[in-house]
């Protein structure tokens, strides 16, 4: 399993729909945004909604190195094409907002380094499918607002 361009934001409009909106979920280093992506009006009410779409933001002031910010892009990638089908229908942006700390890992892509942001994913993606189910039930296609 790939992971196609319809997967990814890509226009800045695109970005700033999405971060006009307040916070889904913050963690230690990185902060998700999520919104609710309209279908078209001539779209079918039986159709397959929309597959979830991401945009990953890693600055280089967080994260100096281009191997760490490689890191992260790709740890993202992943764990976001994992649970693509369960997040159909939303735009998510992740953003890293701190630098990590250098004295809890000895080299950019040091394993400590991979499994720290793997689970600042877990923690970040679980509220994101939390938030996509309650919102399915209850009808509310506007987050954060």
């Known amino acids: 399993m790939g992971f196609p361009k319809a997967a990814r ?9 999405v971060f006009s909106l307040r ?6 280093h990185f902060v998700l945004y999520m919104r609710w992506r309209e279908t078209a009006p001539d ?12 945009g990953i933001v890693v600055g280089k002031k967080h994260a100096p190195r281009a191997v760490t ?7 993202a990638r992943e764990m976001f094409r994992q ?6 229908g939303w735009d998510f942006v992740l953003r890293l ?14 394993p ?10 877990a923690q970040l993606f679980d509220a994101a499918e939390k938030a996509a189910r ?3 039930t209850t009808g509310d296609k506007t987050e954060g607002s």
């Open 134 to 136: 309650k919102r399915r």
């Open 23 to 28: 916070p889904l979920r913050r963690s230690a």
């Open 83 to 88: 649970r693509r089908v369960a997040l159909a």
């Open 69 to 75: 910010r490689n890191l992260i892009k790709r740890q």
């Open 43 to 54: 779209t079918p009410v039986d159709a397959m909604p929309h597959e979830g779409r991401i």
């Open 97 to 110: 907002t701190r630098r990590f700390d250098k004295g809890t890992y000895t080299a950019a892509a040091a």
């Open 112 to 121: 400590v380094l991979n499994t720290l942001v793997q689970a600042e994913f």
């Open 9 to 17: 934001l890509l226009k800045t409009d695109e970005f700033s729909s």
